[in-house]
């Protein structure tokens, strides 16, 4: 425990660290120095992570009885509000932090690695900005980093900001591309939009409970969340109780981050940045950041709002259809893997929003969780695979692509692993983390089953096409203008790496030999389940019908896809222009906000109030210009004034 | 001699030193700016340590360091000097931001030695208003500190220079005709039976609190006069606090000021009327203050919404910084009016972040169109590759304006919602609520410029050879960056402090 504390604060020091280092100092440094300390710095980071995790798990020191303990490694003081609201930043372990420093550390450090192989240019040089795409990603570990050790709500808020950032600076990093700065703005702005609700729901609930911290927040008593007591469940606002309101504005901050319907838009816009910085931020950590945020306040929409978690649920189910039906239709294959990865997410969401509280009851929470877990490690993987893709044939377009099996054979066998996990085979991690979010969904909420099972067919669907498209097909139009080729083992060491976290997660599971329940739980209490085949094999003849039917259409060039959408004329467009939401969002911000409302303010502005202003000005101005006659200078004049004033007064007098 | 006078006499001494100096000797005068500058900044650093051993021997006290003499002794006008938490805030903020001004002001070539006077008369006021406890004294300083910025603004600005000057002053003048009546007013009001009129704020605190409990049970109408003089003050100091409708200056004003003076008046000058209101209009008149708050938390509700939605369609980057300071020196008054001690030091903190940050924005439009000889974002693009220091610098100095943790708008916007969210009935929640789109619109606006001048192609031509920040820029910079970053990073301190300077008033204003 001592020594853990000892470690902790160097989770957060050293990316920060390295932060400033390269940050201040970066442009000193030659290219490679930048992204061997980088990765260096953050490979020592990592292992302190996996020690961390690998203590609190395995070291029997935090259980008790089948029950692990959250503890805090370290919580000081950073700002005094008021007598009782005090934000600490702190390491808050527990089981479901220990999870997340595990899936960050593995996938920021791979990400690292391979950044290094990633930026180069095709001449062997780096692009200028090496130091600084290091720099950032630093910053994003460690944003990412005090994102889950958070102690209380809002150390959560300042991390999730940073994060945020540091998205944006990614996204931005090739900062001369006019729509790569598009995009940057879209998805920080429209983030930005979904936190003030979160910063509004944390000013409710931490007014009514009187705390940020977790612990408190969270704990249960006999059924009930013991901080919300009777008095505050009665205080309502517009016939809602106040607290659901509280937890539904943070979600709706979960929702922003987390690319739900309808606060997706940006997620798709956001490939613009580098590949690596999408595997590691847009797939597989910063976009679960929401996913996470509800499994952290989970006891509290459990027992205090449920309305809201159906909502949550129906939100996730929506979105994870929609999402599906569109990337179906995407060619650019950057933004399939985006739109797959915002069905992916919803599935988390729908898994909680079905869960219950306390052993097999929460399944949904565990599913939910390792659904995290293993879609960070294969959506990072087929990201990289993109990456590596897009760095041999030089375009991100499906059209430019095609026979790539041999020519990149390890990106292939990867990437087909990731595919298969994600389409929900055995043995592959995926099918496990899905099939039971499957069973959670069938027993609490028969239509999000419905759904999710039919996603889960699509999903095999799109994810085979793109794999088709990618690996087989038939060479482009034009033939390949540079023979493409396999990366070098910096590219593929980590999505060999995560191919094996794949494969290797999913076995463990099968056997029974690293059984997830044994990890986390909705109340972090160990139980047992057992693979339900009844829901497994139907949801893998989803899967395989899936995979034949993209098989039936990609696997050559043939005029089968074509005439397979001259079937779905209307809907194939609507999912190419991804149901014009994109188009309404343009509209709002263009025609209402800016031309409605700013243009005329600033009008109004200049106009009215300041031209009021000047108006006084121009009043007395012209009065004293009036009056200034009178003081003419004339003897005469002033004469007349003086004798016309005595007659009147003598007038009056009489 | 306490050390408070230092902070008048250093700027005086400075003044008659620089008088002395050929005004050919320009590299003299920037010397003794620097270092009187630095002995300035010297002097607030040794305040703030002996404030903390005073307010550690005793934390009670309304004010620290105090000393006084009298002036005029049948009207009981004192010079008296003295501290709190809220003004050792104020005057490290001022330090940092007089001394990174002379650095900037080195640019100036044009009758530099003009320029340095009249900058320091101006600092005069400055300092002199922080520190003063009695009511003639600060409205003494606070008129000194405004004139010069007519001749400041007219003389060495650019663009519509003449019509901005004029419209500044006269604006700031009318609502400084509004402050002597409050001044006068409260001076001859609080007057318990058996007291004589003073103009020291703790003696009429004291008297106000007297008539208070006098009256509480007998006449209420004995107060009456507060209900006149509380808009009267606080109207006078918002004006230059930019409280709608009375900002149009600002954005004038500031657009054809030099940079220093855009970075002093925003920086600072403009605190004066945030602190006037608190120390002055909300300290002394607590029942009026309480009953006709709602009037302004309307009027600076808006203005912090207005603000930020003006800035989102302005061209030239001065009137997006000018508008963007309406709605973050609305947000201090705004925060003021919630009568509590957290949103209470949450407007302080504010005052100081805003005055960082907007020190350090046009300190950097300032450097940047001294190179692209425009100001029109429009006409500028892909910056950051031609000046990338500059253009980190501005977008640190964006990224702080949006409140991002670390930097200081932050910390005191969070401490400003947390504490206005105390207040529990519907109208303040919903201004509140209201007041919290501010976060979102900041970040149009600011990326918006970051967007279309650092980032994206390069636009013209000309702009490919310009040469980044040199040295003396650097350290300027620099030195806000750090400010910013510190109050950012290490909130505890400073937050504590400005909070024992706010408790006495957000006691009184409780009761």
Known sequence: ?654 | MNILSLFVIIPLIMMAVIFCINGENKKLIRSVMTIGGVALLAVSVITTIEYFKEHGADPTAAFYLQEQFMWYERFNIRYAVGIDGVSVAMLLLSSIIVLTGAIISYAIENKAKEYYLWFLMLSVGVYGFFISIDLFTMFIFYEVALIPMYLLIGLWGSGKKEYSAMKLTLMLMGGSAFLMMGIFGIYFNSVPEGCDPTFKLDEIAAHVTMLRQNSSDVDTSLIDWEYIFFPLTFIGFGVLGAMFPFHTWSPDGHASAPTAVSMLHAGVLMKLGGYGCFRVAMYLMPDAANDLAWIFIILTGISVVYGAFSACVQTDLKYINAYSSVSHCGLVLFALLMMNKTAMTGAILQMVSHGLMTALFFALIGIIYGKTHTRDIREMGGLMKIIPVLSVCYVIAGLASLGLPGLSGFVAEMTIFVGAFQNADTFHRVFVIFGCTSIVITAVYILRVVGKMLFGPIQNEHHKDITDANLYEKIAVFTLIAAIAAVGIRPLELSDMIKDGVNVISTILAK
Not at chain 1, 258 to 279: C, K, Q, R, V
Not at chain 1, 410 to 432: D, E, K
Not at chain 1, 595 to 605: H, M, N, V, Y
């Open chain 1, 1 to 654: 425990m001592e020594q853990l504390a000892n470690l902790a604060p160097f989770v957060l020091l050293l990316p920060l660290c390295m932060f400033l280092v390269l940050g201040l100092f970066g442009n000193k440094m030659a290219h490679k120095t930048a992204g061997l300390l980088g990765t260096a710095v953050f490979g020592v980071t990592s292992v302190i992570c996996y020690y961390i995790a690998i203590n609190y798990f395995f070291s029997g020191n935090f259980q008790n009885g089948g029950t692990f303990e959250a503890v805090e490694l370290f919580n000081m003081e950073w700002l005094r509000m008021t007598d009782t609201l005090c934000i600490h930043i702190g390491f808050l372990l527990d089981p479901l932090s220990a999870i997340m420093l595990i899936v960050i550390s593995t996938v920021s450090l791979m990400v690292h690695i391979y950044s290094m192989g990633y930026m180069k240019e095709h001449d062997g040089t780096y692009d200028g900005g090496l130091q600084r795409f290091y720099a950032v990603l630093s910053l994003f570990s460690f944003a990412m980093l005090g994102l889950v050790i958070a102690t209380n709500i809002f150390q959560m808020y300042i991390f999730w900001e940073l994060v945020g950032v540091s998205s944006f600076l990614l996204i931005s990093y090739y900062y001369y591309k006019p729509s790569a700065v598009r995009a940057a703005k879209k998805a920080f702005i429209v983030t930005r939009f979904a936190d003030m609700f979160f910063l509004i729901g944390i000013l409710i609930l931490s007014y009514y409970t009187g705390t940020f911290d977790f612990d408190k927040l969270t704990l249960v008593n006999e059924g009930h969340v013991e901080i919300v007591n009777s008095t505050m469940r009665d205080i309502t606002f517009c016939g809602f109780p106040i607290i659901s309101i509280a937890v539904f504005l943070i979600f709706l901050g979960g929702a922003g981050k987390s690319a739900m319907f309808p606060l997706h838009i940006w997620l798709p816009d956001a490939m613009e940045g580098p590949t690596p910085a999408s595997a590691l931020i847009h797939a597989a950590t910063m976009v679960v950041a929401g996913v996470y945020l509800v499994a952290r306040l989970f006891p509290v929409y459990h027992f205090e709002a449920p309305h809201v978690l159906e909502i949550i649920a129906y939100i996730g189910a929506f979105t994870s259809i929609f999402a599906a039906i569109i990337a179906c239709a995407q060619t650019d294959i950057k933004r399939v893997l985006a739109f797959s990865t915002i069905s992916q997410i919803a599935y988390m969401m729908v898994a909680l929003g079905v869960s219950g509280y306390g052993e097999a009851e929460g399944l949904g929470y565990t599913a939910s969780i390792w659904h995290l877990f293993t879609h960070a490690m294969f959506k990072a993987l087929l990201f990289m695979g993109a990456g590596a893709i897009i760095h041999a044939v030089h375009s991100n377009e499906m059209d430019d692509m095609g026979n790539l099996r041999k020519r990149m054979p390890i990106t292939h066998i990867t990437f087909l692993i990731a595919c298969l996990a994600i389409a929900g085979i055995p043995p592959f991690s995926g099918f496990f983390s899905k099939d039971e979010i499957l069973v959670a969904a069938l027993e609490n909420n028969k239509i999000a089953f419905a759904v999710e099972y039919f996603v889960a067919g699509l999903t095999a669907f799109y994810m085979f096409r793109l794999y088709y498209r990618i690996f087989w097909f038939g060479e482009p139009k034009d033939g390949y203008k540079h023979e493409p080729h396999e990366q070098s083992l910096v590219m593929t060491f980590p999505l060999m790496f995560l191919a094996g976290v794949t494969v290797i997660s999913g076995i463990c599971w099968m056997f029974g030999l690293l059984p997830f329940t044994h990890l986390i739980s909705s109340d972090f209490t160990n139980y047992d389940i057992h693979t339900h085949w009844n829901v497994a094999l139907p949801s893998i003849g989803a899967g395989v019908i899936g995979i034949l039917i993209a098989t039936f259409l990609f696997l050559e060039k043939t005029g089968r896809p074509n005439k397979a959408v001259s079937y779905f004329k209307r809907p194939y467009k609507w999912a190419v222009k991804k149901f014009y939401i994109d188009e309404v969002y343009l509209y709002v911000t263009n025609n209402i906000i800016f031309k409605r409302i700013c243009q005329p303010i600033a009008w109004f502005d200049r106009h009215v109030i300041d031209g009021f202003m000047d108006l006084l000005a121009w009043i007395t101005n012209k009065s004293s210009e009036e009056i200034k006659e009178v003081q003419s200078g004339y003897v005469q004049q002033y004469a007349w004034v003086f004798i016309i004033g005595v007659i009147t007064i003598v007038i009056c007098a009489i």
